[in-house]
């Protein structure tokens, strides 16, 4: 069941846009900024057109909802444009 929901059980070439954010891999959890990279990889092996990953220097986790927060906006914003 687990497996079922981890977000690497659901890569495929027509998942819809996806932005992953990160924090600082220097100050995260050791591996998250990687796990994060290893999913924005998988995506791109599978074909998948539209997977952004952006890494918030000098942010851990727990900072990051302040300026994660304009790049979200911006990436719906683009989407939105593109339909």
Sequence with gaps: MIDDMAPLFHVRKDCPPLLLVT??????????YEENAYLW??????????????????????QMAQPAHPLLLRFIQRILKAE
């Design 23 to 32: 924090g600082d891999r220097k100050l995260e959890m050791l591996g998250r």
């Design 41 to 62: 990889r998988m995506m791109q092996v599978v074909g998948h057109p539209d997977t952004t990953i952006m890494e918030l220097d000098g942010y851990n986790h727990g």
